[in-house]
């Protein structure tokens, strides 16, 4: 039996048991995909991840990303998650604030800051988007599964590694009280080979955030993710794209979780052809795990 080290990270949050989970194996050279695999069922969180020796010379580490049934070629708040547990101990420092993660869809770049009440801040930079308008009778399934229309632009579906159907409702409110069919969306996704469902509105003026995200993955078995790193980063690919940066700005705070009680928030910015997604993370567990 072999000890490897394993951290359990909330990300998104600098609140402990809020947030986004996300369990890191920090030790996984030597397992197998199945282990991997059984590793992230086991959990039973929305990721895990296994921390193994870089490839790319100028990557700091190298990660593969699992969902309790799947693999994942990037996702966002495991790459948070994984960079600050490897932070954490020691594994990996920051050159002038930069890591660089290697992973399924190739360098990622991570930028490290402290916010002014001196927690750590990590963000990444989301890989390039490519974004595919949904036609008329995907509009119109899409609309049957959320139980509602849509708002504004067309929906559409954006690949950022993890691919999500983006939707904007009209309202924050109306993100809240969506209760969509998941398991229809769930053979929709299958189909489309999509990771999920991500809608998002606007809140009023005066709330804490610029707009309410929710973000559902049940095709991945996660019914509904508490605070999704890509599933916003996709958000701000569609809203950039579709012209609405001036509207929402281009330095967005995102809230998300409320529904599950893990609320977090996301700290976005849409500079050019970059988009960032940021946020605090703070561990919760920190061990062994027996192999």
Known sequence: MTEICFKQ??????????????????????????????????????????????????????????????????????????????LEAGVIHASAGVVIQECGVGLVRLHVSVDKLANQVIAFELPEATITTLQDAEVRQLEAILGMPVHGPRPALVDVGARWIVAQLPDARQVLENQPDLEQMKIHNLKARATGVVIFGKHQDGSDAGVEVRAYAPACGVNEDPVCGSGNGAMAAFIRDTGQASDFGTSLLASQGVKVNRRGFIQLSITGDVITVGGNAVTCISGTMSI
């Open 9 to 86: 990270v909330d990300v998104f949050t600098a609140e402990r048991f809020m947030g986004n989970p996300v369990a890191v194996v920090l030790e996984a050279e030597g397992l197998s995909d199945d282990q991997m695999q059984q590793i992230a069922n086991w959990t039973n969180l929305s990721e895990t991840t296994f921390v193994l020796p870089k490839k790319e010379a100028v990557a700091d580490y190298r990660v593969r990303i699992f969902t309790p049934g799947s693999e994942l070629p990037f996702a966002g708040h495991p790459t948070i998650g994984t960079a600050h547990a490897l």
